[in-house]
């Protein structure tokens, strides 16, 4: 397993990173069998997880802090959590405001079952709340020995701009990393956030290297394409009925071809496409069994040739994402018609 620094913290992580989300009620249910995946991933070599309160309603966090104590591991890996996604009817259980952070850290700490959070991120932005009250509580944390470091994720490229000058301006600690949508099939961070991430030395984590399943080789043309939580809850990004998404399905198949022309999955070709990208740090990996575990690791040892990565963004032009809404945020000023006309 190799491992890469994480922005300018000096903090080596492994480049594949073990993401908690099918940990739970989400994906896996069986917590002695979601700890057994945990601890494949860490006798692989992997030392960075990351999860976030909001999954399976926190019993990811559980899942994880029990499975690191059993195995005693908890001073070898990088944790990772988030805030900022509801966690209940009260409107202020959510968001980046100083009290939300201040009462949701305590909770991760006390799920996850440790002292300390390596790395925790801010899930989305927020734009009621101004980034130096954020930046403020979070730079509060690290001082408290609460947390190490802190990130974003799914932050647009002039939000970490503005956040790293205030954090000069302000004499707060920095943001460290950006945790990003990056795929094959969604690529439009490459057109702003990397080249901004890599400008200010700030490390990229990238979630959705597979694009919610499309890129696994289960969604392929003359199958029945499957029912999910996710294309359930995220009707938008999977409904064929949407011209986006045939022209995913369209990629899809080209790209699996192109696998098989290199003589690797289709899950080894996506994932090595993202870990080549300079900017990126680790790519976040969601497996909920023992064998997706096993299909993703073997990414860690490819590398694509430059003929196979000039066939890629023929397939998908660099900067290009299919389908807008698998960019995981989309401002609320594209929402709301008062905000765009007099």
Excluded at 19 to 30: E, I, L, P, Q, R
Aim: proline share 4%; glycine share 8%.
């Amino acid at each position: 397993m190799e491992y890469r620094v994480l922005g300018r913290t000096g903090l080596k992580v492994s480049k594949i990173c073990l993401g908690g989300m099918m940990f739970g009620a989400w994906g896996n249910s069986d917590h002695e069998d979601s700890a057994k995946v945990i601890g494949q991933a860490l006798d692989a070599g992997v030392n960075f997880v990351d999860t976030s309160d909001n999954y399976s309603a926190g019993e990811s966090e559980e899942i994880i802090g029990k499975a690191l104590a059993g195995m005693g591991v908890r001073d070898r890996v990088v944790l990772a959590t988030k805030c900022h996604m509801p966690m209940g009817e009260d409107p202020n259980s959510r968001g980046n405001s100083r009290r939300w952070i201040f009462q949701e850290v305590e909770n991760s700490l006390r799920r996850l079952g440790t002292d300390w959070i390596d790395l925790y991120q801010i899930h989305r932005p927020d734009l009621v709340t101004d980034i130096d009250e954020t930046l403020g509580a979070l730079t509060d944390l690290v001082r408290a020995g609460k947390i190490r470091y802190f990130g974003t994720s799914t932050f647009p490229a002039h939000l970490l701009v503005e956040a790293h000058w205030t954090s000069q301006v302000r004499a707060r600690e920095r943001f460290v990393c950006e945790q990003a949508p990056y795929s094959v099939l969604v690529r439009g961070v490459e057109a702003d956030v990397l080249p901004v991430c890599e400008k200010y030395g700030t490390g990229v984590i990238t979630w959705s290297p597979l694009a919610g399943g499309w890129l696994s080789g289960t969604y392929r043309k003359g199958r029945e394409l499957p029912f999910t939580i996710r294309s359930f809850v995220l009707p938008e990004r999977y409904d064929m009925a949407l011209v986006e998404n045939q022209r995913k399905l369209e990629a899809v198949e080209a790209l699996a071809n192109l696998a098989e022309q290199t003589g690797i999955t289709l899950i080894e070709l996506s994932l090595a496409f993202v870990l080549q990208h300079p900017a990126v740090t680790s790519v976040i990996i969601g497996p909920r069994t023992s064998d997706h575990l096993e299909s993703q690791l073997s990414a860690a040892s490819v590398k694509l040739e430059a003929g196979v990565l000039d066939e890629i963004d023929h397939i998908v032009p660099p900067g290009v994402t299919l389908n807008p809404h698998d960019a995981g945020w989309r401002h609320p000023a594209l929402e709301d018609q008062a905000r765009r006309r007099r």
